[in-house]
């Protein structure tokens, strides 16, 4: 009965357990990209002081007036506000 080597059943994939040094390597390389990223995630979620504290974004506002679509007149009884309380 012909034994078949390892490397002749994984043809397939990127192998990478092949070409880096060590596990740990690969394991504190991954760690180190995933905590980057976490902490790209979160200060972009939520803004932070230099000290990593939460601070609250200033408001919005725009030019002060709103202006009504010209193709949309407002008309009495036209237009309805439907409020759903959810929780």
């Known amino acids: 009965v012909p034994t078949i080597q390892a490397a002749e059943i994984s043809k397939g994939g990127l192998r990478i357990l092949e070409w880096i040094p060590s596990q740990q390597l690969l394991v504190t390389g991954a ?27 200033a408001p919005q506002t725009g030019s002060g007036t709103v202006r009504w679509p010209a193709d949309l007149p407002p008309v009495a009884g036209r237009y309805h506000v439907y409020v759903g309380n959810a929780c």
């Open 31 to 57: 760690r180190a990209a995933w905590n980057k990223l976490w902490l790209t995630m979160l200060s972009e979620l939520a803004p932070q002081s230099a000290e990593g504290a939460y601070v609250r974004p």
